[in-house]
C-alpha cells in the first residue's frame, strides 16, 4: 500500500460510492440545511426589541395665548358653513408613553362642551386638549397671527 494513502484516516473510504436509501425519499438541499437554522427559543425577542426602539412624541403645553388662539379658530369654524380647515392633534401610543402628532383636513360636524370632544363630518374626532393647531386659507389673514 502506498505510504501516503494509509496515512490518511479516511483512505478505505474515500472512493466508494455515495450512499442512497432505498426506503427514503431524497431530501431537498434547503430542506437538509433547514434542519440547521437556529432554535428560536426567544419568540417575540426581535419584536419587543423593535417596539422598543420606536420613537414616540412627547405632547406639548401649549401656552394661553395658542389656547385662546385655537378657541377663536375653532369658534369661527362652527359659526361658518361647511369651511374646511387642517386640524393636527396628538394622537396617544397605545403601548408606550408619548405619541404622535396627526394632520387631518376636515370640516367640524359637532363640538361636544361636556365631553370636550371635536367630531368632522368624516367621522373623525379628538379631544380639544389634544388640538395643537388649525390651518386653513381662511386663516391666512392678519387677524389670526
Do not use: C
Not at 61 to 78: G, H, M, V
Not at 115 to 133: C, M, V
Not at 134 to 140: E, N, R, V
Request: glycine share 4%.
Amino acid at each position: 500500500m502506498d505510504k501516503e494513502k494509509s496515512s490518511t484516516p479516511y483512505h478505505d473510504i474515500m472512493n466508494l460510492p455515495h450512499h442512497v436509501s432505498s426506503i427514503r425519499p431524497h431530501m431537498a438541499v434547503a430542506d437538509r440545511a433547514a434542519q440547521f437554522a437556529p432554535f428560536a427559543a426567544l419568540t417575540g425577542h426581535d419584536a419587543a426589541i423593535k417596539e422598543t426602539a420606536r420613537l414616540t412624541d412627547e405632547k406639548l403645553q401649549l401656552d394661553e395665548n395658542t389656547k385662546a388662539a385655537i378657541d377663536e379658530k375653532l369658534r369661527y369654524l362652527l359659526e361658518q358653513d361647511e369651511s374646511e380647515a387642517i386640524f393636527t392633534y396628538f394622537v396617544p401610543d397605545k403601548n408606550k408613553s408619548g405619541g404622535a402628532y396627526v394632520s387631518h383636513a376636515g370640516v367640524v360636524k359637532r363640538v361636544d362642551t361636556i365631553e370636550q370632544i371635536i367630531t368632522l363630518t368624516d367621522g373623525i374626532s379628538f379631544h380639544i386638549d389634544d388640538l395643537y393647531r388649525i390651518d386653513g386659507d381662511m386663516f391666512d389673514a392678519e387677524q389670526w397671527l
